[in-house]
C-alpha cells in the first residue's frame, strides 16, 4: 500500500479514469469535477491516493482556507474501494491528511459525515475528532 | 445600509480596526486571523462588511474551493452587532453572499451553526437551507 499527494505533474489520463471509477461507488448520480480542475494551483486542495497492487483504491481531500475564525481544512471525499475495506486504508489516508495539515500549520480540521457511518465516525473520534453541538445546512444552488 | 465586497485595495487599518472589534462580540477568546491574511488572492474567501451610518455592523464570509463532489461555498463569520439585531442585516449579508456564489457558478453552499441558535437557523431555512443527516467533527491542531 503507498499513499502519495497528487500533483498537476503526476496527474494522468489513467489515474483520472481510475478515481472516476473509485467515486462512483460512492455516487454514481452527481456530478464529478475533473482532478485536472481540483489540481489548479489556485484551487488550495491537497488530494491524497492510495494505491494496492498500482490500482487506486482510496482518496482522500483537504481544501485549506483562512477566515477570521482560523485556518481551517475541510475533508471531503473519503472514499475506499469497496473490495478494500477493513484494512485499514481509511487511516492511513486520514493520518496522512492530518500530516499534511500539521504541516501547514492548519488550526481547524473539520469534516462532515453521515449519522448512520458508524464505521466512519469510530475512525474520526479514534483519530481525536469530536462531534460539534452544530447542524449542517446546506443549499444547491446547481 | 450598505454592504460591499472587501478587496485588498478598499482594506483599511480602520476596517481592519472594526472588524476586529465587532468579532471579539461574538468570540473574545479566540485569535483572529487579520483580514490583510484574508484577503491574499490565493486565499478564495469572499468577505462581505455591512456599514451603517459608516460602521461596519456586519461580516459574512465565504470560502470556495473545489473538491470531486462539487465546486462548494462554505459560510463563516457570520456576525453582527449586538446593537444592530432584529433589522434584517444578517438577512441581508447571506443574499450578498449567495449572489456572489450564483455568480461563480457554485453547486452548493454549505455553513454549520449551533443546534440553540434558533433565529440564524430560521434564517438560513428562510433562505432555503437545510439541515444535512450529518454530523459536523473538527480537530483542533493549533
Redesign the interface.
Known amino acids: 500500500m503507498t499513499l502519495e499527494v497528487l500533483t498537476p505533474e503526476t496527474l494522468t489520463v489513467e489515474i483520472q479514469n481510475q478515481?472516476a471509477d473509485l467515486?462512483r461507488q460512492l455516487?454514481d448520480k452527481?456530478?464529478?469535477?475533473r482532478?485536472k480542475?481540483?489540481l489548479?494551483?489556485?484551487?488550495?486542495?491537497i488530494v491524497i491516493i492510495c494505491k494496492v497492487d498500482g490500482k487506486i483504491v482510496g482518496?482522500a481531500?483537504l481544501?485549506t482556507?483562512?477566515?477570521?475564525?482560523?485556518?481551517?481544512g475541510?475533508v471531503?471525499?473519503i472514499v475506499v474501494d469497496s473490495s478494500q475495506r477493513g484494512k485499514g486504508i481509511g487511516r492511513k489516508l486520514m493520518e496522512r491528511l492530518?500530516d499534511e495539515?500539521?504541516h501547514m500549520?492548519?488550526?481547524?480540521?473539520?469534516?462532515?459525515?453521515?449519522?448512520?457511518r458508524a464505521p466512519a465516525?469510530a475512525l474520526?473520534?479514534s483519530?481525536?475528532?469530536?462531534?460539534?453541538?452544530?447542524?449542517?445546512?446546506?443549499?444547491?444552488?446547481?
Chains 1, 2 share one sequence.
Open positions: 478515481v467515486y455516487n452527481n456530478q464529478q469535477r482532478l480542475e481540483i489548479q494551483p489556485n484551487n488550495n486542495v482518496t481531500l481544501s482556507y483562512k477566515v477570521i475564525s482560523g485556518y481551517r475541510m471531503d471525499d492530518l495539515a500539521n500549520k492548519i488550526d481547524e480540521v473539520l469534516l462532515f459525515t453521515g449519522h448512520h465516525i474520526y473520534k483519530l481525536g475528532f469530536t462531534l460539534r453541538e452544530s447542524g449542517l445546512y446546506n443549499l444547491r444552488l446547481n
